[in-house]
């Protein structure tokens, strides 16, 4: 069965993967040393980073949501979504783990509308920030203006910590501490 040996320790099976093995130090490490676009930006510019971004630019509802929405890549990498959409069975192993992660965090599985919004505003603007110019349309960001405020990309640490301490703020809002 193939599986991920984390940095916990854990080996989490990729076809079956249970809520009990996701572990929120594993999700910070791995998402604060994965840099968005495949490595292309001009800095290093990770996926924990853009996801502490997204929580804070949805409805406090939302948040957790946010904050999570890319933590399958934990596991699996980031892959570029052009080739995402040409493989399924990626798609299949990133649903299974985006359960268990769900599951893990009680978080529903159905991501909310504010969150795949925002997703869009981040990506108009790390394509403003941290992208090399390109006059080609991304007809995914027709009509998402990007935000007024600059990028200013995290080092690896400092994404880890402060996803980390993101995921600690809201799951003691949530618990009403």
């Known amino acids: 069965m193939p599986a991920i040996l984390t940095a916990s320790g854990m080996t989490l099976p990729l076809t079956y993967p249970s809520w009990r ?13 994965i840099c968005r676009f495949g490595g292309h930006s001009r800095q290093f510019y990770s996926v924990a980073q853009h996801c502490v971004l997204a929580s804070h630019l949805v409805p406090p509802e ?39 992660i769900a599951q893990r965090f009680d978080v529903d599985p159905v991501m909310p509308a504010s ?37 200013e990309p995290w080092s690896p640490d400092m994404a ?4 980390g301490l993101r995921l600690q703020e809201l799951l003691a809002e949530r618990e009403g501490v």
């Open 21 to 33: 093995l996701i572990d929120d130090r594993d999700i910070a490490q791995a998402l604060s040393r």
């Open 62 to 100: 939302d948040a957790l949501a946010a904050l999570l929405h890319d933590a399958p890549e934990a596991y699996i990498g980031d892959m570029i979504s052009p080739l995402k959409a040409m493989l399924p069975a990626y798609q299949a192993v990133e649903q299974r783990i985006w359960s268990a």
């Open 115 to 151: 969150v795949k919004q925002v997703d869009l505003q981040l990506l108009a603007t790390e394509r403003r920030d941290l992208l090399p110019y390109s006059p080609q349309e991304w007809t995914c960001l027709e009509g998402v203006s990007p935000l007024s405020a600059q990028i």
């Open 160 to 163: 880890s910590l402060a996803w």
